[in-house]
């Protein structure tokens, strides 16, 4: 596999952003039956208030998700996502008119929607395109960053008994193929995601976690997403509103291995992690 200088910028919205010191995340699910945060911000009022507490606490992009792709979730209209989404993103766009807004979704239509007329700058794909094969050509036509996920299979049947050779070396290779097809169709800002949770047992989100570090050979940008994961929950035999620790452990081990984003519903724990983290690396590096 052909091993490539890692990127270390990403242009949004017309602004070129430095990676060079690793960005968060921050995680709103306009959604009722998200498995942590489903259902919490019903109003404008909870909206704003959660999306100014993130950005008060150091999240540089707002990841903002209308359907669950939790195991096993249920499946939602194409016109609902798009309902639930737009109402959020007036409110966003109205009290914080630069913030970086991502949309998680894996519908094309719902993208172009959310890019168009909200001034969405990120799209978060779990599935990178393989449930929407008319996404590729959407976002080259949008001209957005693209965050593709690897998912062995879909959100209602992921966990069923997913299956690999090496965990690691196949997500390597599937992501080595599928991000030269976006880049064939004119995607130019690829983030890969592993997709922790997605298509995996414990065993296999471990062993990704613990050699994180192979995925900077695609010389794209890298994201991680443990926030309060059933990779944590299941390990430490705790609910997700207890996972805080075992999810601020992981985050550390991701940069150490050179994550370039965490995606995070605990803005202010990832950034202070990120702060101790990069002065470790300083000091390692006799600075």
Not at 89 to 104: N, T
Not at 116 to 123: E, P, T
Not at 162 to 189: C, H, K, S, W
Not at 236 to 244: C, E, F, T
Request: with cysteine; hydrophobic share 40%; charged share 25%.
């Amino acid at each position: 596999m052909e091993v490539f200088t890692k990127k270390k910028s990403l242009c949004i919205n017309g602004v070129l952003y430095d990676l060079s010191k690793p960005l968060v995340m921050g995680i709103l699910n306009a959604t009722p039956d998200s498995f942590y945060d489903g259902g919490r911000y019903p109003d404008a009022g909870s909206v704003i208030e959660r999306v100014g507490q993130m950005v008060e606490e150091g999240a540089c992009i707002i990841d903002v998700g209308g359907v669950s792709t939790r195991p096993g979730a249920v499946p939602v209209s194409e016109e609902e996502e798009t309902r639930r989404l737009s109402w959020v993103m007036e409110l966003v766009r109205e009290k914080f008119p630069e913030l970086i807004v991502s949309i998680d979704t894996f519908r094309s239509a719902v993208a172009r929607k959310m890019v168009r007329d909200y001034g969405a700058g990120i799209i978060n794909d779990v599935s990178s395109g393989s449930m929407d094969r008319k996404m590729a050509e959407t976002i080259a036509g949008l001209n957005v960053p693209y965050i593709a996920m690897h998912m062995q299979g879909t959100p209602q049947n992921m966990q069923t008994a997913p299956q690999y050779d090496d965990p690691v070396n196949d997500i390597l290779r599937y992501f080595a193929a599928r991000t030269r097809e976006l880049r064939n169709m004119g995607v130019a800002d690829i983030i890969i995601d592993p997709g922790f949770g997605f298509g995996k047992t414990l065993d296999h989100n471990y062993i990704l976690a613990s050699r994180l570090e192979e995925f900077g050979m695609l010389g794209m940008p890298v994201m991680a997403g443990f926030s309060r994961k059933s990779m944590v929950c299941r390990l430490l035999r705790v609910n997700p509103a207890k996972a805080l620790t075992g999810t601020i452990a992981l985050n550390a081990i991701a940069l150490l291995k050179g994550a370039d984003i965490l995606r995070v519903h605990d803005v202010r724990e990832a950034v202070e992690t990120i702060t101790v983290v990069e002065q470790l690396k300083k000091k390692a590096g006799g600075q």
